[in-house]
């Protein structure tokens, strides 16, 4: 385990569902990040939180809901997904504005839009 | 965590030789450079990074060079193993704390 974990690890929901991805960090990190990872691209950052605050949506669909009610977790909200946004979501941290250490990932939900 | 269906570009080495791996970066002002792994079923994991004020950092088994005339970056494992198979990115941070993630390259290890 890294420190950061992501549940569920995997997750299949029909267009209409709503359904929430969360992550939980103990490495005491004060920034928190969603990533995507799809098969055909390369990762793709969609939200950033530094000390719980918003300050980069990477112009994500509103269908895509971030929330971070604290430095320790972070939650993305799915509602009216398409099946193009089945892809591998990671979430992760690192120590503030200057890394030392660069992220630190989780192990990722593999979502499926059916 | 594979990048099922991404074309990667492969590597495939013989265990107990050695693996070079390329990158290039985009941006001339990315001050900071990471290597990442990525083995199928998980997330990145970090490996090694270095400073735009370094040419050369060591690790254990591997090494990255940076190149800033060029802008490459190279990632080197020593006698590699199968345990070293998977997906490496590199990344550049060049605009605060936010990394910029390259491809990545699928490095396979025959036994």
């Known amino acids: 385990e890294t420190g950061v974990t992501q549940t569920p690890r995997h997750l299949v929901m029909g267009m209409t569902n709503k359904k929430s991805l969360k992550c939980e960090q103990h490495?005491?990190?004060?920034?928190m990040y969603w990533y995507k990872q799809s098969a055909k691209k390369p990762l793709e950052l969609m939200f950033v939180y530094n000390f719980k605050e918003q300050t980069e949506n990477n112009s994500v669909p509103s269908r895509f809901s971030p929330e971070c009610p604290n430095s320790s977790h972070l939650f993305l909200h799915l509602h009216t997904l398409q099946p193009e946004d089945s892809a591998l979501y990671l979430c992760?941290?690192?120590?503030?504005?200057?890394?030392?250490?660069?992220?630190?990932f989780g192990s990722g939900t593999r979502l499926t839009v059916v | 965590g594979e990048s099922v269906g991404l074309h990667l570009p492969t590597l495939s080495v013989q265990e107990g030789d050695n693996s070079i791996i390329n990158c290039a970066y985009s941006n001339s002002a990315s001050d900071y450079f990471i290597w990442y792994k990525q083995e199928s079923g998980k997330g990145p994991q970090f490996i090694i990074d270095?400073?735009?004020?370094?040419d050369k950092r060591q690790g254990q088994r591997v090494t990255v060079l940076l190149n800033k005339t060029v802008k490459h970056l190279s990632l080197q494992i020593a006698a590699t193993q199968p345990g070293d198979s998977a997906v490496y990115f590199c990344a550049e941070n060049n605009a605060g704390n936010m990394l910029t993630f390259g491809g990545g390259t699928r490095l396979m290890v025959k036994p």
């Open positions: 490495l005491g990190h004060n920034a």
């Open positions: 270095i400073r735009s004020n370094m």
């Open positions: 992760a941290s690192s120590q503030g504005q200057a890394p030392n250490y660069g992220y630190t």
